[in-house]
């Protein structure tokens, strides 16, 4: 099976000019308008990607953005998002033949070309994180005031849009006040940001709810259709990369401390333990690699309700 081997190089044997590469997907023109987007099996944890991949977890990434973007666009009337179709252009499946294409074909989305808003538009339903770090200084997040007495984990009485910075490749975010946010896109597109982030978190965090998660924070990209002047929802949506996701059972016995998630924890906790955090070439052991794989797959069959 394509989605079971590992590939942390995404090779379209010069099929198509690269637009860019981030830490895990690789960018592509398609035309004028549209971009292809390509998923590897790279993981990266502290802003620093591993040397090893996780089987098939670019596929996965790439069949729940889809599930979500469906979804999503199901619930929300009048959103908007950069999704087209998943898989690769008939002309480029020609071109790479059928064994080249396998792999790529399911790592892959047709998206929308569009200019990129330059904040990361993060909602948290809980407080965690660097906003519980940032409470427990100064019993704010991003800068706005909390009540005392909120405990790590806790559910927060309204969601919050907490935007960061994007840095560039190798920079790490900042978190910032929605004010900051406004001075970097304006106060019209922060405000259209800030609404369409907190309508999505409340969809999501309903139907992971229903499936047994707590969507306790995520985090969005939002780019302009020039031609419509529409802010579109783009990149990858509700991932365990993008997303903090919690087993609802449970989250109340582990208030007050870090929860068990359906994301990078083993990674993170074995960088940690072996003194790794945020050196470069680490070679990931094969157990951290299962286990890791195995935390993704729960999250997409209980956010699909579909089996990987
Ligand atoms: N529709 C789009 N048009 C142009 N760029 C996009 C679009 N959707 C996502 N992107 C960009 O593609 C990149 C996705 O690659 P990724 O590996 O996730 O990057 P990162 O390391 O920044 O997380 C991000 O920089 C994101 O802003
Ligand atoms: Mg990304």
């Not at 970097?184 to 940001?193: L, M, T």
């Not at 800030?194 to 309508?199: D, P």
């Not at 997303?243 to 940690?272: I, Y």
């Amino acid at each position: 099976m394509s989605s079971s081997t590992t590939i942390t190089t995404i090779d379209l044997k010069g099929a198509l000019p690269k637009v860019a590469s981030g830490k895990v997907r690789d960018l592509y023109t398609i035309d004028e308008s549209t971009l292809l987007f390509v998923a590897s099996d790279r993981i990266s944890a502290y802003d620093v990607i591993m040397d090893n991949g996780i089987p098939g977890k670019g596929a996965l990434l790439t069949a729940m953005s889809k599930y979500w973007f469906q979804y999503l666009s199901s619930q929300i009337p009048g959103l908007q998002t950069h999704f087209i179709a998943s898989g690769l252009p008939p002309t480029l499946e020609t071109q790479l033949g059928p064994d080249v294409a396998a792999p790529l074909r399911i790592r892959s989305m047709q998206v929308r070309r569009l200019q990129v808003y330059p904040i990361e538009s993060i909602v948290r339903g809980y407080i965690t994180g660097s906003g519980w770090a940032e409470y427990k200084k100064s019993q704010t997040v991003n800068g706005i005031p909390l009540p005392a007495g909120l405990i790590e984990g806790q559910k927060l009485a309204t969601p919050l849009w907490t935007p960061s910075t994007k840095a560039e490749l190798g920079d790490k975010d900042e978190n910032i006040s929605p004010a900051a946010a406004a001075k970097i896109v304006g106060q019209d597109v922060a405000d259209e940001i800030e609404r369409q982030s907190l309508q999505i978190y409340s969809a999501a965090a309903k139907r992971a709810e229903e499936v047994g998660i707590v969507l306790a924070d995520t985090k969005f990209e939002f780019g302009l259709d020039k031609e419509t002047g529409k802010v579109v929802l783009i990149d990858e949506v509700l991932t365990p990369d993008s997303s903090r996701f919690w087993p609802k059972e449970t989250w109340e016995e582990n208030l007050g401390r870090a929860q068990p998630s359906f994301d990078k924890q083993f990674l993170r906790d074995w960088l940690t333990e072996n003194k790794l955090k945020g050196k470069e070439g680490v070679v990931v052991p094969e157990d951290v690699v299962k286990r890791t794989a195995e935390k993704y797959q729960e999250a997409y069959e209980k956010i699909t309700g579909q089996k990987w």
